[in-house]
């Protein structure tokens, strides 16, 4: 009797557990260019019978940096690990703390020196008013990203809704006062590794190949210095074979798709009173933000300039367009 109770449980609980345990599906992706707005895999289901995690005491270090620091630490959003602080002037409190409970620090994904990451933007030399407005925009409802279960985006959209103008004003002076530094090396290729998504970006899976095709992939030169947020371990961006010259071509040659890009982002790229600069930044990036201008995600007072310039333009065009800006000294 006794048994038979025990095999029947048994029948009962195992479907149950497996449920538990398996993975959400992962969303549709929103855009056709899932490779442009990486999502990330789904996270396993809690195991709840399993032992929670012991805190992992192993010291993590960076080149140039005297710090030795824990996984926690380095994921800690409200107080960052900042392992190079001679590389920029004091933070102010928003930007190296944040403010508990929604506002993770800025410079947590942006990066102390603000260069940024892929899944998110440079800020450093940005004018501090086009910063102001950005926020300002993400907090209206006019700035959005093409694929709504893009991580990062929507990190940055939720928290852009409790921030104040003050707060957003010291951290936009701090960051207009940066100078950004070259970042991303462009690689024109046939081929490039197969790629995992972590923390919303691409990485190389070491010793695999395939064509790159009509793709941008941009990965961190060394994705542990990446994952421990080393603000000096850079980026390499995979682009088509001839992708500069032709961006090259349609950015500044008169021609039927689009207006020349300095007459607003200036000579070489380098900005333009409020108009951001586009020289050496991360192509993700910027590519995300043409497609997004052209979806009509991303729609503030001022996106109406950039509407006639993306309209006509295809994937590859932009591919081309943002190969050649990353390409340009910052
Ligand atoms: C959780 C990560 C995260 C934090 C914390 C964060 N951001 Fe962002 N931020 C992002 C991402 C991701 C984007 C790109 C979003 C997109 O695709 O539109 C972004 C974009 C921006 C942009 C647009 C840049 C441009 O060139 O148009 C500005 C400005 C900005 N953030 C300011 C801030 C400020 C100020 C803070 C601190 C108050 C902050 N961010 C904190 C993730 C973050
Ligand atoms: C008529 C003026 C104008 C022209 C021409 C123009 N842009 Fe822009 N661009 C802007 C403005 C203004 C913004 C900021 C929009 C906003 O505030 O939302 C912008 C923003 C951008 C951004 C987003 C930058 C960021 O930090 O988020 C990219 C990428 C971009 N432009 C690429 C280009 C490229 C490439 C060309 C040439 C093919 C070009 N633009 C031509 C005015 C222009």
Known sequence: MKLRYIALAATIAIPVIITAQQPAAPPTPAT??????????????????AAPPKPDPTLHTVPNSTKKLTQAQVGDGFNPPDWHPEDHPP???????????????????????AQGKPENASLAGLPAAYIE?????YRNGLRASSEPNMGPPLNMLRLA??????????????FSKLKYKPWVKVVETKTVAKTRIIQGMHAPIE?????????MLEM???????????????FIAY????????????????????????ICHGTGLKGLGNVPFLAGRSPSYLLRQMYDFKSGARHGGYAPLMKGVVDKLTMADMIDLVAYAASLQP
């Open 207 to 215: 010793g695999t190949s395939e064509p790159l095709g009509t793709r």
């Open 161 to 174: 809704k409790v921030t104040n103008e003050a707060e957003v004003k010291i951290a936009a002076e701090y």
């Open 32 to 49: 056709p260019y899932p490779w442009a707005y990486p999502l990330n895999p789904p996270a396993p289901a809690p195991n709840p019978a």
């Open 239 to 262: 682009v088509p074979i001839g992708a500069v010259k032709r961006g090259e071509a349609l950015a500044t040659k008169a021609n039927a798709k689009t207006t020349q890009c300095s």
């Open 133 to 137: 407005a950005q926020v300002t925009d």
């Open 220 to 234: 961190p030169v060394n994705t542990e210095l990446t994952e421990l947020r080393d603000s000096q371990s850079s």
């Open 91 to 113: 933070m102010p409190d928003i930007v190296g703390h944040g403010r508990a409970p929604d506002i993770r620090a800025c410079g947590f994904c942006h990066l102390p020196n």
